[in-house]
């Protein structure tokens, strides 16, 4: 039978099933981030090492940074989420993924500029009904709806 995705139980995680990030949004956060004096700014603040730091295991490339704060549901493939909100972040963003190093700007900048707690990527909760296997692709299409959508 199917499962009620209202009551979809989480093994290993700690909000939700998934977590969406986008690279726009990133993008927009690492340009507000403060160099260090004698820092690279190609170092692990942009880019890939960015991305890697938010652990995210959907990664949408968006031309509208925090565009999916908006978002209630989306498509993808033939896969249905609901956006169930925001992510709450801790620490650990500030920890390069790969050599363990910390820099407390990423944090600090998200503090200073978003309302409230610290938030970053969109928590999703798969809702198809389908009982048939599906797969998520890379390059697949995205289609999503706001609270202004209107329904026909």
């Not at 990664?59 to 925001?86: A, M, R, T, Y």
Request: aromatic share 8%.
């Amino acid at each position: 039978g199917l499962v009620d995705p209202n009551s979809a139980s989480l093994s290993l995680v700690n909000e939700a099933q998934y977590l969406l990030v986008n690279t726009a949004s990133i993008f927009h956060l690492s340009q507000q981030i403060p160099l260090r004096e004698g820092t690279d700014p190609a170092d692990d603040l942009h880019g890939d090492q960015m991305t890697r730091r938010f652990r995210a295991n959907l990664v949408i490339d968006s031309k509208i940074p925090f565009q999916e704060e908006e978002w209630n549901e989306l498509f993808i493939g033939c896969l249905h989420f609901k956006v169930s909100g925001k992510c709450t972040r801790c620490q650990i963003i500030c920890i390069n993924q790969t050599t363990g190093e910390k820099k407390k700007e990423i944090f600090q900048t998200l503090a200073s500029n978003r309302e409230g707690k610290v938030t970053f990527g969109m928590y999703l909760l798969n809702s198809s009904c389908s009982s048939y296997p599906s797969l998520l692709t890379v390059g697949s299409e995205i289609y999503y709806t706001t609270a202004e959508t209107k329904e026909d």
